[in-house]
């Protein structure tokens, strides 16, 4: 089956800086990559996604990278601000009852 | 706009008790429904998964079960709770057949003693 791997676990930097999330997968067949934000006590919320077709998104201050011959997919935050602390999941997916295969998760530090 | 509703947040219970948690989603219909378990600083487990009414998968092997009585009502149960039930469960909903994102529930916090 699909294996994400996520890195790093724990991240941590100065307000105002960029942070970057990178995950791989393994399954050539995935075609759908979203990213979640869970806050402390609440679920997962989507915050941007990228399908295969694509090799990069943008929504404000987040952006979605993918490469698709290296299998590897990567978050980009830039200007953070404290709010941004929270853990980051990635997740690949093939599609079909959408099973979703998610990474370990990133623990985000925004340092005022 | 769509919602989705997980009670109760915080639950505990001793170990050999039953359980039962529920989730609701509005604003949507036939939605795929789902029930994840998240253990500390770990991703996300799938454990069930229904496309319908009374369409239940199963992902792993364990001591829950789930069931799906109407559309938009997704229930995760057990008839005798081990200690290693304890965790993080989260109810999400999706619609239709191709890649669309998950949306999830505030989650339930169970602690088994």
């Known amino acids: 089956g699909e294996n994400v791997e996520q890195h790093p676990s724990t991240l941590s930097v100065q307000e105002g800086d960029s942070a970057v999330i990178k995950c791989t997968y393994s399954?050539?067949?995935?075609?759908?990559f979203p990213w979640y934000k869970q806050e402390l006590g609440k679920g997962p919320q989507l915050i941007i996604d990228?399908?295969?077709?694509?090799g990069e998104k943008k929504d404000q201050r987040i952006a979605v990278t993918l490469n698709k011959t290296a299998k590897h997919f990567s978050l980009h935050i830039t200007e953070t601000q404290p709010e941004d602390s929270a853990v980051y999941f990635c997740a690949a997916s093939i599609g079909g009852y959408q099973k979703v295969t998610f990474g370990i998760g990133t623990k985000l530090q925004v340092i005022p | 706009s769509q919602t989705i509703h997980q009670w109760p947040a915080t639950l505990v219970q001793p170990v050999g008790s039953p359980l039962s948690l529920e989730c609701t989603v509005e604003?949507?219909?036939?939605?795929?429904l789902y029930w994840y378990r998240q253990a500390a600083g770990r991703g996300l487990q799938l454990l069930f998964y229904s496309v319908g009414i009374g369409q239940i998968s199963s992902e792993v092997p364990q001591n829950l079960s789930a069931s799906r009585p109407q559309d938009r009502q997704f229930i995760l149960s057990s008839k005798k709770l081990l200690l290693s039930d304890s965790g993080f469960y989260l109810c999400?909903?999706?619609?239709?057949?191709?890649?669309?994102?998950?949306?999830f529930g505030d989650g339930t916090r169970l602690s088994i003693l």
């Open positions: 604003g949507t219909s036939n939605p795929n």
């Open positions: 990228i399908r295969s077709n694509v």
């Open positions: 399954d050539s067949a995935s075609n759908y």
């Open positions: 999400a909903w999706s619609v239709g057949g191709g890649n669309q994102p998950q949306h």
